[in-house]
């Protein structure tokens, strides 16, 4: 079970007097609590390395947008590696590795899959979600939602070997929550934001309840691995146990986040552990505990966390764990905003050349910079870094075509943020972040492009999600693959904004609208790499329309 931006101290154990987490806590004190557990700064890349055991740069993800978080078809993910061994695999949640086939949960190892597959979703109340690949509806705040899916999977396979995946969106924003959740927070004098984040996570509490009393119910408890983390550090500037940074941040308070694990079958003592350990170690970690060999593919960089679980730490020695996080929309071909940790030491770099050097054990809060005073620890540290950076980026990165084609994905959509463009043509709150669309196409001679590699060609149906204002209807545009091309007029669609119920509704990140739908024609698409591009014939007012995705549909 993985959370979304829920740091370090959003939870009564870690010293937050506010927050009521009453599960988490009975259930790091009674487990095995890792003290020292790191992940990465944001979300994708967290998951990357959760799901592969790797370095999340080796395995193509670098970002967490316009495809950048994608992960290559060819890793191997912890659940591709149990379902190789017997078990039953289902994804309950967010997943944010790659929005098309077989980049989504199906192509990635999991037999069931609910949520959705980018960085973050809109409406958390009824909320239109994937099963599988096909949208559906579902009612209800999507936490609980997303649990009884998990539930209803675990019962289904009971008496098999299942891995449940749930991986809950909250409480990354929209500060979107049940009232009853809010207002107990918000009546104890906090502002709207704390109080909505606070209130998600006791929500996320009350569920990590339910699915551990489902185990109980089932008789399921004492011989399933129960794993609770999140993906990275706070999300707002809050409470945080006296670290560091927060989300996005490569301190201390950016990426050392909670692990907690049960298997009272196995692991029947109570442990704190003291000892680094990080996302990449949860594969090699998994595998063991489940009896299950690793099966063929890239090299992993994780170790076993097993002997610490065991209490067998003595002779554990003294490791290396690094981060990395972009300043820009690419990595940069030199390290300018990462961290090195090992036990006593975090090496930081924040602009280029200027290393800060901090004492963790003495200073755990990082407020002082001893690197003048320890050249020696900086310099080997610094080189150790720029060592590793070379290594995880040896195979270089670039944004990934959108496959089509696959039968295991049909129809398949693609999204704004994953276009190229030219011209005034920009992304309506600036960095093209999930939900995002293209607007501002004025000019004629400007155009939108998609990179698509057709695994399988055919006659696809082409519908434009677009908006188009009343004054600016009757353009015509034309959509193009190679030499062949349909045409169609554009209808005026307002798609008026649809009312949320989130507290922060004047974020643009967060604005969902009634779509129009334009059904362009039939488009002939052969097998291979090509670009499908949308351009304008004529221009009837102002805009030509507003783009928030292209669906592709099969018909021969």
Not at 414 to 430: L, M, S
Request: with cysteine; glycine share 10%; net charge negative.
């Amino acid at each position: 079970m993985i959370t979304d931006d829920q740091g370090y101290g959003d939870f009564g154990l870690h010293g937050n007097t506010v927050v009521e987490t009453p599960v988490f806590d009975r259930f790091a004190s009674e487990g095995q609590r890792f003290e020292r557990f790191y992940v990465s700064p944001v979300c994708a890349p967290t998951r990357a390395s959760l799901l592969t055991g790797r370095w999340w740069l080796r395995t193509g993800c670098w970002g967490v947008t316009h495809s950048k978080e994608n992960m290559r078809p060819e890793e191997v993910t912890v659940a591709e590696a149990l379902r190789a061994g017997g078990y039953a695999t289902g994804c309950f949640g967010k997943w944010h590795n790659g929005e098309q086939f077989p980049y989504t949960p199906p192509g990635q190892g999991f037999d069931e899959f609910l949520g959705f597959n980018n960085g973050h979703w809109n409406n958390y109340f009824d909320a239109r979600l994937i099963r599988g690949s096909q949208f559906v509806q579902t009612e209800g705040y999507i936490v609980d939602v997303l649990t009884d899916a998990a539930i209803e999977f675990i019962e289904q396979n009971r008496r098999k070997p299942f891995f449940c995946y749930v991986s809950y969106n909250t409480p990354h924003s929209p500060f979107q929550l049940p009232d009853r959740y809010f207002d107990k927070y918000r009546a104890r004098g906090l502002d709207d934001v704390l109080a909505s984040v606070y209130g998600m996570c006791e929500n996320i509490d009350d569920n990590f309840g339910r699915l551990l009393d489902a185990l109980d119910r089932l008789g399921l408890r004492r011989d399933t691995i129960v794993l609770f983390l999140t993906d990275n550090g706070a999300n707002t500037d809050r409470f945080n146990a006296g670290m560091r940074g927060r989300k996005a941040s490569v301190h201390e308070g950016g990426i050392r986040v909670p692990l907690a694990v049960q298997w009272p079958a196995g692991l029947p003592h109570a442990r704190v552990v003291e000892e680094l350990a990080a996302h990449i170690d949860l594969y090699p970690t998994l595998l063991e505990l489940c009896g299950v060999e690793a099966p063929p593919g890239p090299p992993i960089d994780g170790v076993s966390l097993v002997p610490l679980l065991q209490g067998r730490a003595e002779g554990w020695p003294d490791r290396l764990l690094f981060t990395h996080n972009r300043r820009g929309n690419d990595v940069e071909p030199q390290p300018v905003r990462g961290s090195v940790r090992n036990r006593r030491y975090r090496a930081v770099l924040e602009r280029p050349d200027a290393w800060q050097l901090y004492d963790m054990i003495a200073d755990p809060g990082q407020e002082r910079n001893i690197a003048a005073e320890q050249p020696a620890v900086v310099g080997r540290l610094a080189a150790a870094y720029r060592q590793w950076f070379e290594d995880v980026t040896r195979d270089g990165f670039a944004r990934p075509p959108i496959p089509v084609g696959y039968a295991e994905h049909d129809p398949v959509e693609f999204y704004a943020p994953q276009a190229e463009f030219t011209g005034e043509i920009r992304f309506f709150a600036g960095q093209g972040y999930s939900n995002d669309w293209l607007t501002g196409w004025t000019r004629p001679e400007d155009r939108i492009e998609f990179p698509l590699d057709v695994v399988r060609g055919g006659v696809f149906a082409v519908e434009l999600i677009y908006a188009c204002q009343a004054a600016d209807a009757g353009s015509t545009v034309r959509v193009r693959c190679g030499e062949r091309a349909i045409e169609a007029a554009v209808p005026a669609a307002p798609a008026p904004r649809i009312p949320l119920p989130h507290r922060d509704a004047g974020r643009d990140t967060y604005i969902d609208r009634q779509w129009g739908t334009l059904a362009v024609g039939d488009l002939p698409l052969a097998a291979g790499r090509q670009s499908l591009v949308i351009e304008a014939v004529r221009t009837a007012g102002g805009e030509v329309l507003e783009l928030k995705h292209v669906l592709l549909r099969r018909v021969e």
